[in-house]
């Protein structure tokens, strides 16, 4: 799967970045908490740098898990169980180790579900930018396809990290290889809309 150019990222003017860290303006609560969820796991991802596997996370709200689960508090910073008695949005995402095989991310993302108690879901992906003119000189055999793609010196590699809560609402973050730093990361509701479907439908 490759982006067009209008899916490139941007900065979205509902989020703003200061030092690395995603700060809200104008967003319903839930989704705050979800864009700075979002944005988080995408660091943590950025951390280990680019080429690597496609990342599944959890979405719990972190208040409830704590009340569920007392011993969770041992586990947590101080400073986010702090915030989570604060703000009953708070996010704590969880990795899923052992992803099933699929042989395409479309179909990992159909064969996933989660139980009631998981309040939304993100996954992060690497992806292969072309703008729309280039695309259109693709080969349409696979191969050649991926040659042309790595070939291409108007190629962008991009890391996209999508989040979606159970109640509806979903959050984009998108890194390019060619600006990889924290305060260059676009963010957005809808910035990759056919994932953001996709990540929605596994918590339907």
Do not use: K
Not at 40 to 50: D, F, K, L, P, Q
Not at 75 to 102: G, I, K, M
């Amino acid at each position: 799967m490759s982006l067009h150019d209008d899916h490139a990222p941007a900065p979205s003017d509902d989020v703003a970045h200061r030092n690395g860290e995603a700060t809200t303006t104008a967003l319903a609560l839930p989704v705050a908490a979800l864009a700075e969820a979002v944005h988080e796991i995408e660091r943590h991802v950025a951390s280990g740098g680019w080429d690597g596997p496609v990342r599944v996370f959890a979405l719990v709200g972190t208040a409830r898990a704590l009340d569920a689960e007392p011993t969770l508090e041992a586990q947590l910073p101080a400073e986010v169980v702090a915030r989570a008695r604060r703000d009953p949005h708070h996010l704590t995402s969880v990795e899923q180790e052992e992803l099933p095989a699929a042989p395409s991310l479309e179909d990992l993302l159909a064969g996933l579900s989660w139980p009631p108690a998981v309040d939304g879901a993100a996954v992060v992906v690497e992806r292969v930018v072309l703008p729309p003119a280039a695309e259109e000189g693709m080969p349409p055999e696979p191969d050649a396809a991926l040659e042309y793609l790595m070939a291409h010196p108007d190629r962008q590699d991009v890391r996209i990290a999508v989040g979606a809560l159970r109640s509806g609402g979903s959050w984009c973050a998108v890194r390019t290889r060619a600006n990889d730093a924290d305060d260059q990361v676009g963010g957005g509701p809808d910035l990759v809309p056919g994932l953001v479907e996709a990540v929605r439908a596994t918590l339907a």
